[in-house]
């Protein structure tokens, strides 16, 4: 009678032990699972801002092409300006800019700057490139100057169409005589991703082949 008590005392404790192993290893499953999907999600998400991302280096591209378009031969001529970047222009450049940068939608010098010769702040570093007011702007819009479109603010383009700034530096190069004006110009272009706050912001020094 005894040993038949305790084979079913036995017996209880072999199911008791079973189903709290059974227990952990659905815990541990579990775990693994939320583990897993928590990377795959975080993988995705890596994925998708490296693609934002590229997508406002792209942009930012485009904008330093349009930006030497605009300086050196615009292709629609009658939103062209690139006779201002040219020898005569200049001289014209230097009585009219007495600004810091050239601000609003219909003025003709709009995005155009003096560079700062005191070492202070660049001009790239001072306006708001998010400004699209078209009273108070200082960054030009992708084609404004030259006709060319770029298609923004839907699906998978960019939130906002690139735009860039032009600063005018004098190009002193040695052996140049005092009264020969040549300039260079920086641009600086910003591009946006899909997200606004997704943005890629390039330079590069142009000189105009006249």
């Known amino acids: 009678m005894k040993a038949t008590m305790f084979a079913h005392s036995f017996s209880r404790l072999q199911t008791g032990a079973a189903l709290i192993v059974c227990l952990l290893m659905l815990t541990m499953v579990l775990l693994l699972s939320i583990s897993s999907a928590q990377i795959a999600l975080q993988e995705e998400k890596t994925s998708r801002n490296l693609m934002d991302r590229q997508l406002a280096f792209h942009a930012a591209e485009a904008a330093l092409s349009d930006a030497e378009l605009d300086i050196q031969a615009s292709p629609d001529s009658e939103k062209s300006r690139s006779e201002l970047f040219s020898t005569q222009g200049l001289s014209e450049l230097a009585e009219n800019i007495g600004f810091v940068c050239g601000a ?101 020094l142009y000189r105009r082949l006249d």
């Open 104 to 204: 609003g939608i219909a003025n003709r010098f709009l995005g155009v700057c003096l560079a700062v010769d005191d070492g202070g702040n660049p001009s790239w570093k001072r306006i708001d490139f998010l400004d699209a007011t078209p009273l108070s702007m200082q960054s030009v819009p992708y084609g404004r100057f030259t006709g060319q479109e770029y298609q923004a603010g839907v699906g998978t383009f960019s939130e906002k169409t690139p735009r860039y700034l032009i600063e005018v530096i004098q190009d002193k190069a040695p052996g140049q005589y005092t009264n020969q004006q040549r300039y260079v110009y920086r641009i600086t272009a910003i591009g946006f991703g899909m997200r606004q706050k997704t943005q890629v912001v390039l330079q590069t």
